[in-house]
C-alpha cells in the first residue's frame, strides 16, 4: 500500500509528456516544410537565372555574327551600308537587308527540322538565336562609324514553333568599324564610285565583276582604282588582275605585278596579316580616242575558293582632268609616230626665214596613209611637239607656220592661229608666262582627190632671236585621218589622286643598278650584281618616286682600293652620291624643304674591305614639293670618290 502513491505520480507525469511532444511535432514538420518549400524556390530561381544567362549568352553570340556580318558587308562597300533599318541585315539577306533565303513566316514561326539553316545562327530543339542588325551610325561622307547590338534568343512552342518567349542581347557598347587605313577616298578628294563596265572581261575566275570610271567609252590615259578592306586571318593570299588596256598593282604600298595588253592576267601572291590593307590599281587607256577601260581583280586566301575581294561598285576610282594633245600632261599612246621630213627648207618661199625668224625648220608630214607622198582628200590629222619650253620669266615668243592645205596651231589646249590656207606664212606673237608649255597643229589636206600635205612650224624668242623649237622629225604624228578635226584629249597623265598610292617608308626602295644609266666607262655586271666606276665615270638611276618624304637616307655596300683625290679622307679611300629632286612631271626641279634643288654627300672608306651598307651620307631633305628623286653615284672625277670604286646594293630609304 505504500507504493501506490507512487504509481500514481509516475502515470500523471507521462500524460504531461504527450501533451506537450505533439505541437512541438507539428512545428517542426511546418518548419520543415517551408525550408522545403523555399529551398526548391530556391533551386527554381537558381535555374531560371541559369538559362536566363544561358540564353544571353547565346544572344550575345547570335549579335557577334550579325556584327561579322555586317563588317564584311562594309568592307565589299567601301564602309558604306547598303541595308536600313526597314530592311536590317539578317542571315537570310544580302547586304542590302533583301531576303534571299525564304523562312517560315518570315521570322514568327519556324518549325524543327524544316527550316532552312540560314535563317538562323543556331537552331536547337525549341531553342533560336539569329541577329537582325539595324542601319549602323555614319559619318558625314555616309561611312559606317558603330553597329549596334543585333542578337536575341527565341523560345519556341513545341506544338506550333512559334516563338512565347525572346532574349535580347544584354546591353553594351556598339562595335566599332575601323577607320580607313589609307585615308579617305572621297568624292571632295575627287572620287566616285566604281560602274560596272558595260564590256565585261573574261576573267580566269568565274563571277568576279568588270568595274570602270564609266560604262560608257573613257579618254585615253590613267584611272586610278582603290579599295580598303580588312582580314582577320593570316596567311598567303593570290590575287589576279586584269587591266584594259594596261594595269600596275600596289598592295600596301608595294608593287605587285603589272600587265600589258587587254587580255593579259596578272597574279601575285602576298603574306598579310590580321588588319586592313590597302589595294591600289592605276589602269591606263591606251589610245588616241575614247575608248572602254576597266578593271578586274580578286584576292583569295591560299587553299580556299571564295575571295575576301573583288572588284564591285564599292571600289573608287579617280581620274585626272582632260588635257589637250597640246597641254602639258597629255598621255602620249604609241600610236603617235615621229613625222616624215618632206622637204628641209621652204622650196619656193623666200620670205620664211626672214619671217619666222629660222631657216633651220623642217617641212613635216604625217607618217600615216602616205602613199607616194600623198594623202587622203578632204580630211584632218594632229601632231604634237614632244619639246617643251620651259621659260623662267614671262617671255614675248613669235609663232609662225605655213601649211599644205591649211592647219590650226594650239599651244597649251588654246587656239593660237585657227586659219593657215597655203600660199603664206602666218604669224603670231603672244606672251609665254612662268612654266612648261607645248604647241600641237591639226593639219588639213583639202582637194578632191589625195595630195602631199604637211606643215613647218617655228617658235622664235623676240628678245634675241633664239630658236625655242620647230617643226622636225622629233614631232609625233597621229596614225589617222578625219573629215574634221579630232582635237584629240586625254586624262591628265601626270595627274596623282589624293591619297596616293603610300611610297613604303623605312624600307629600301632603290632598283639594282641594271636599270641605271652608265657614263664614260661605267660598267654593271648582273652576275654579280656590282657597279664598277673607272677614272673620270658615272652612273645614276631612274627616277623614283618617293611622295613628299621628310627626309631621305642614301647609302649602298662600297669597295676601294685605290686612294682618293681628296687628301683630307682619313681612311683614304672615298665615295660620292649625289640626289636631284623634281616635281611631279618627273623633269622639272623641285626645292626641298632646305631650299636645294639637288644635293651631294661623300665620305671616307677603309681600302680594300668592305664598307656594308654605308649610309653615312644620310638625312637630305624631302619636302613637300618633293615627288620624284635622282640618285648619282660618282667616280674620281668628283674629286672625292676613289677611282675604280666598287657598289653594290644601292639604297634610298624614306621617312
Known amino acids: 500500500m505504500a507504493h501506490l502513491p507512487r504509481l500514481h505520480r509516475w502515470r500523471k507525469q507521462n500524460s504531461y509528456t504527450h501533451a506537450f511532444a505533439l505541437p512541438t ?97 543556331m537552331m536547337a530543339n525549341n531553342v533560336r538565336s ?42 553594351t557598347q556598339a562595335a566599332a568599324v575601323p577607320a580607313l587605313c589609307s585615308g579617305a577616298a572621297t568624292s571632295a578628294l575627287g572620287w566616285s564610285s566604281a560602274v560596272i563596265s558595260s564590256t565585261p572581261a573574261t576573267f580566269p575566275d568565274a563571277g568576279v565583276a568588270t568595274v570602270a570610271l564609266s560604262a560608257a567609252a573613257i579618254n585615253p590615259g590613267p584611272t586610278y582604282f582603290r579599295k580598303d578592306f580588312n582580314i582577320t586571318t593570316a596567311g598567303s593570299y593570290n590575287l589576279k588582275v586584269m587591266g584594259d588596256d594596261y ?39 591606251a589610245n588616241v580616242f575614247p575608248n572602254g577601260s576597266n578593271l578586274t581583280f580578286d584576292l583569295k586566301l591560299s587553299g580556299t575558293t571564295i575571295p575576301v575581294v573583288t572588284t564591285d561598285t564599292s571600289w573608287r576610282v579617280s581620274a585626272g582632268n582632260a588635257v589637250h594633245y597640246s597641254d602639258y600632261g597629255y598621255y602620249v599612246d604609241s600610236a603617235w609616230t615621229n613625222a616624215l621630213a618632206v622637204r628641209t627648207s621652204i622650196s619656193g618661199d623666200a620670205n620664211w626665214a626672214a619671217t619666222s625668224g629660222d631657216s633651220g625648220s623642217t617641212f613635216i608630214a604625217s607618217p600615216n596613209s602616205n602613199s607616194g607622198g600623198n594623202y587622203p582628200p578632204s580630211e584632218w590629222t594632229n601632231f604634237r611637239d614632244p619639246n617643251s619650253i620651259v621659260v623662267s620669266t614671262n617671255t614675248d615668243v613669235r609663232v609662225t607656220v605655213q601649211c599644205d592645205d591649211n592647219c590650226a596651231v594650239y599651244m597649251d589646249g588654246n587656239n593660237i592661229i585657227s586659219n593657215a ?164 612631271d618627273m623633269a622639272t626641279p623641285a626645292t626641298n624643304s632646305t631650299g636645294y634643288t639637288s644635293n651631294g654627300c661623300a665620305e671616307s672608306l677603309t681600302l680594300n674591305v668592305w664598307s656594308y651598307s654605308d649610309m653615312r651620307c644620310s638625312w637630305f631633305s624631302g619636302g613637300s614639293a618633293v615627288e620624284y628623286v635622282r640618285y648619282t653615284l660618282y667616280s674620281s672625277s668628283s674629286g672625292y670618290a676613289s677611282p675604280g670604286l666598287i657598289i653594290k646594293n644601292p639604297q634610298i630609304t624614306l621617312q
Open 421 to 584: 590656207p597655203w600660199g603664206g606664212d602666218y604669224t603670231t606673237t603672244l606672251t609665254l608666262t612662268v612654266g612648261t608649255h607645248y604647241f600641237g597643229v591639226a593639219s588639213y589636206n583639202a582637194g578632191a582627190t589625195a595630195n602631199p600635205s604637211g606643215f613647218s612650224f617655228a617658235a622664235v624668242r623676240v628678245s634675241d632671236g633664239v630658236i625655242l623649237t620647230h617643226s622636225n622629225t622629233t614631232w609625233l604624228g597621229a596614225n589617222y585621218w578625219n573629215t574634221s578635226d579630232p582635237n584629240p584629249y586625254s586624262y591628265d597623265n601626270l595627274f596623282a589622286p589624293n591619297p596616293d598610292v603610300p611610297v613604303p617608308r623605312s624600307t629600301n626602295i632603290a632598283t639594282d643598278f641594271s636599270t641605271w644609266t652608265l657614263v664614260s666607262g661605267a660598267t654593271y655586271s648582273s652576275g654579280t650584281g656590282q657597279l664598277t666606276l673607272p677614272a673620270g665615270s658615272y652612273a645614276y638611276s631612274p627616277v623614283t618616286r618617293v611622295s613628299q618624304p621628310t627626309m631621305l637616307t642614301l647609302g649602298g655596300d662600297f669597295y676601294a682600293t685605290t686612294a682618293s683625290p681628296y687628301a683630307g679622307f682619313t681612311p683614304n679611300g672615298g665615295y660620292h652620291v649625289g640626289i636631284s629632286y623634281y616635281l611631279p
Open 130 to 171: 539569329s541577329f537582325s542588325v539595324k542601319k549602323p551610325t555614319v559619318d558625314s561622307n555616309n561611312d559606317a562609324t558603330t553597329i549596334p547590338n543585333s542578337g536575341f534568343v527565341q523560345l519556341l512552342r513545341a506544338s506550333t514553333g512559334a516563338p512565347w518567349r525572346t532574349y535580347t542581347q544584354q546591353a
Open 25 to 121: 511535432i507539428l512545428i517542426a514538420s511546418i518548419v520543415m516544410l517551408t525550408v522545403l518549400v523555399v529551398g526548391a524556390s530556391a533551386t527554381s530561381s537558381t535555374r531560371t537565372a541559369l538559362q536566363s544567362q544561358y540564353y544571353e549568352q547565346l544572344a550575345h553570340a547570335a549579335g557577334d555574327a550579325g556584327v561579322a556580318y555586317a563588317r564584311a558587308c562594309l568592307n565589299a562597300n567601301g564602309n558604306t551600308p547598303l541595308w536600313t533599318d526597314s530592311q536590317p541585315l539578317m542571315p537570310n539577306t544580302n547586304c542590302s537587308g533583301t531576303v534571299t533565303t525564304t523562312c517560315p513566316d518570315g521570322v514568327n514561326t519556324f518549325f524543327s527540322g524544316s527550316t532552312p539553316a540560314i535563317c538562323s545562327v
Open 247 to 285: 594595269s600596275t598593282v600596289w598592295l600596301d604600298g608595294v608593287p605587285m605585278v603589272s600587265t600589258s595588253g587587254y587580255s593579259s592576267v596578272g597574279s601575285s601572291t602576298v603574306s598579310l596579316s590580321p588588319g586592313c590593307h590597302n589595294i591600289y590599281v592605276e589602269v591606263t587607256n
